[in-house]
Nanobody, 124 residues
């Protein structure tokens, strides 16, 4: 069983920054992915950024150049550095894991474990 616990959300003004963290525990296979997703009220959940076990990363077009996903050396914590935040970034942000047969070449598919989320609110 994989568990993911997010932290770091909050309220900021447009143009500000936040860093989200996700602590991951449990067994994952050698080819796995960890990612960040978000869901705003009334909208579908969307992939934001992901990193795989070979440390390759992808970012959604809407956040490229502003958000950066990273992981620590032990790969049990992933981060999402969010800069130049916009009101449209307001959402619940979720950390997720695809525990096997995953590379970021597959996009944001195959995630089967989820954290409870952390709220990010950006005011104009």
């Amino acid at each position: 069983q994989v568990q993911l616990v997010e932290s770091g959300g909050g309220s900021v003004q447009a143009g500000g920054s936040l860093r989200l963290s996700c602590v991951v525990s449990g067994y994952m296979y050698s080819s796995h992915c960890l990612g960040w997703f978000r869901q705003a009220p009334g909208k579908e959940r969307e992939g934001v950024a992901a990193v795989d076990s070979d440390s390759r990363a992808i970012h959604a077009d809407s956040v490229k150049g502003r958000f950066t996903i990273s992981q620590d050396n032990n790969k049990n914590i992933i981060y999402l550095q969010m800069n130049s935040l916009k009101p449209e970034d307001t959402a619940m942000y979720y950390c997720a894991a695809a525990v096997r047969f995953c590379t970021v070449q597959g996009g944001f598919n195959g995630y089967n474990y989820w954290g409870r989320g952390t709220q990010v609110t950006v005011s104009s």
